[in-house]
């Protein structure tokens, strides 16, 4: 069972646009939920995360908004760069567990066009 | 200061035989976590250990085990490997387990391939 479900797959968008990826998770349990960039090669790097109790987090051109009744959230890059080409990965975990496995979607690949 | 290290970069191996990756914290993080990446998917957990306890247990069959050290390095073990054990091996440190907040910190990976 997936817990994290992530989309689009991959996404290619123009330098200067708008990046959107979403997620949706299914334990009501999870009450933290960071978002990962990975190059090739590379191992997964935190690039925002955001808790519940608030509906949406910015740092820079990175925005995470979060719906709570929905169970769902979203990674939104401004203003995109080629350098911002990478695979995402939505992840969520339950801070109160034992404990504080990440529980992945399955990641998005992200190419931006110079 | 130094991040999350692991070696090897890079490992092959045949089917049914062992092998044995490790992993360097960064210094003053007392907890590794081992994930498995297998191409195009999302990590999936597999250890987490703290003050040399294992503290968590993913999904993964009993010939995965894995320790870690007096100096918080860590080792994961796989015993009688399968095709399916390909994947890339990433081990993530943090501070410590009080709080669930605490940012995981993942190496580059070990790429490990069965013939």
């Known amino acids: 069972q997936q817990q994290v479900k992530q989309s689009p797959q991959s996404l290619i968008v123009q330098k200067g646009g708008i990046s959107i990826i979403n997620c949706a998770y299914e334990?009501?349990?999870?009450?933290?939920f960071p978002w990962y960039q990975q190059f090739p090669g590379k191992g997964p790097a935190l690039l925002i995360a955001i808790r519940p109790d608030v509906s949406e987090k910015k740092e820079g051109r990175f925005t995470i908004s979060f719906n709570k009744s929905a169970k769902q959230f979203s990674l939104h890059i401004m203003d995109s760069q080629p350098g911002d080409s990478a695979t995402y990965f939505c992840a969520a975990c339950n801070s109160g567990g034992s404990n504080y496995k990440l529980t992945f979607g399955k990641g998005t690949l992200l190419t931006v066009n110079p | 200061d130094a991040g999350v290290t692991q070696s090897p970069t890079h490992l092959i191996k045949t089917r049914g035989q062992h092998v044995t990756l490790r992993c360097s914290p960064i210094?003053?993080?007392?907890?590794v976590s081992w994930y498995q990446q297998v191409l195009g998917q999302g990590p999936q957990f597999i250890f987490q250990?703290?003050?040399?306890?294992?503290?968590g247990r993913g999904n993964f069959p009993d010939r995965f085990s894995a320790r870690q050290f007096p100096n918080y390095s860590s080792e994961l073990n796989v015993n009688a490997l399968l095709l399916g054990d390909s994947a890339l091996y990433l081990c993530a440190s943090s501070l410590s387990r009080v709080r669930g907040t605490d940012t995981q910190y993942f190496g580059p990976g070990t790429r490990l391939t069965v013939l």
């Open positions: 250990y703290y003050e040399k306890e294992e503290r």
């Open positions: 334990n009501t349990a999870f009450d933290y």
């Open positions: 210094s003053g993080h007392k907890s």
